[in-house]
């Protein structure tokens, strides 16, 4: 397992990060995802501790807050030492029936924390994340909330999951004008059947040095292997029940085809390739691996161990790149003899 420096700080975290959305089962939603109880968990988790992963994903939404009680558990059942794992969890969904049991607001976000450390049996949390973007709440009341929370030692770091790149960056500039504490990662969808974060968040990420956490890295099971167009789903699976995310599926379909290929040849399955391809992304600091069984983990965690060459990272890139689209195909146009420059200038 490989450890990568985590955003513009010196923590350092497991390139695969074990995700607990399966724990639980509380919820008409959650129980489609997942519903492994505290013994199969605490299983999970020692595997993965044991293959090296220390950094666990969470949030305060997952099964009505049993994810959280669930991980907590599991770490003091299998006693693993505070300092030797990074626990990260959400913030901004529903919590309660009140009004104000949601959202990030300085109300919501000082109540969330206080629940999830007392479920978590914890008396801090490594990553404390917004679960999205919350269209009431003034960018600049949640940044100093959390700021809040980063200094009374509630949090260590500080994330953000599900939002736009203009809404990030005006995040940054608030904290950096303020002096507060910023945002060191962002949690988002990204897989070889949907690169969308290419086009705008990516270059973000890369010229502010934030980590890239990926969630749904299997497009929801699409890209597991099961699915293509001579498969058809299985009922009761989570395609089927829960069809999310999106997913333009032919273009998903002929991603698989060359996914199935580079898999036979290497003896592998073709869920690695996917996890593969995102930990050869330079932008990807840890990607969240959720699982059923102990195999489902087994089998994700092999993949850290797959290596993709030049040409079939080629292969992959082509099938999946996304269309062109305004402005990226003019800067593109217009950019090109600046990176030429750029290029002939490293050159002796």
Not at 42 to 50: E, V
Not at 73 to 90: G, M
Not at 185 to 203: F, K, M, W
Request: glycine share 10%; hydrophobic share 40%.
């Amino acid at each position: 397992m490989r450890y990568r420096q985590f955003g513009n700080t010196g923590l350092f975290v497991s390139e695969l990060c074990l995700g607990t959305m399966t724990f639980g089962g509380e919820g008409e939603l959650w129980s489609q995802i997942g519903d492994l109880q505290q013994a199969d968990a605490d299983k999970l988790i020692g595997r993965a501790f044991d293959a090296g992963i220390n950094f666990i994903d969470t949030a305060d939404v997952y099964s009505q807050g049993q994810s959280e009680v669930i991980t907590g558990q599991a770490l003091k059942n299998l006693n693993i030492a505070r300092d030797e794992v990074v626990v990260a969890t959400k913030v901004f969904g529903e919590t309660g029936p009140g009004v104000n049991a949601r959202g990030l607001t300085r109300y919501h976000i000082m109540e969330g924390v206080k629940a999830s450390l007392k479920r978590l049996q914890l008396d801090h949390i490594d990553l404390y994340q917004v679960h999205g973007f919350d269209p009431a709440t003034p960018i600049e009341e949640t940044v100093r909330a959390l700021n809040t929370l980063v200094e009374h030692g509630h949090v260590r770091y500080i994330g953000v999951s599900n939002w736009a790149a203009w809404q990030i960056m005006k995040a940054l500039g608030i904290a950096e004008r303020h002096g507060l504490a910023r945002f060191e990662s962002l949690q988002a969808y990204y897989t070889l059947a949907g690169r969308d974060l290419e086009r705008e968040i990516v270059p973000l990420l890369q010229s502010e040095n934030l980590g890239l956490m990926v969630w749904s890295p299997l497009a929801g099971g699409l890209l597991s292997g099961k699915y293509g167009r001579d498969k058809q789903a299985e009922a009761g699976s989570r395609r089927t029940t829960f069809d999310f995310p999106p997913v333009d599926v032919e273009r998903a379909y002929d991603c698989i085809e060359v996914m199935q290929r580079i898999a036979g040849a290497k003896g592998v399955s073709v869920a690695q390739i996917a996890l593969a391809w995102l930990l050869h992304q330079r932008a990807v600091t840890s990607v969240i691996v959720g699982a059923k069984r102990i195999d489902q983990l087994d089998d994700n965690i092999a993949a850290a161990e797959v290596g993709l060459s030049d040409e079939e990272l080629a292969e992959l890139h082509d099938v999946s790149a996304l269309p062109p689209e305004y402005p990226g195909w003019m800067f593109e146009r217009q950019g090109e003899y600046r990176r030429q420059q750029i290029a002939q200038s490293h050159q002796r």
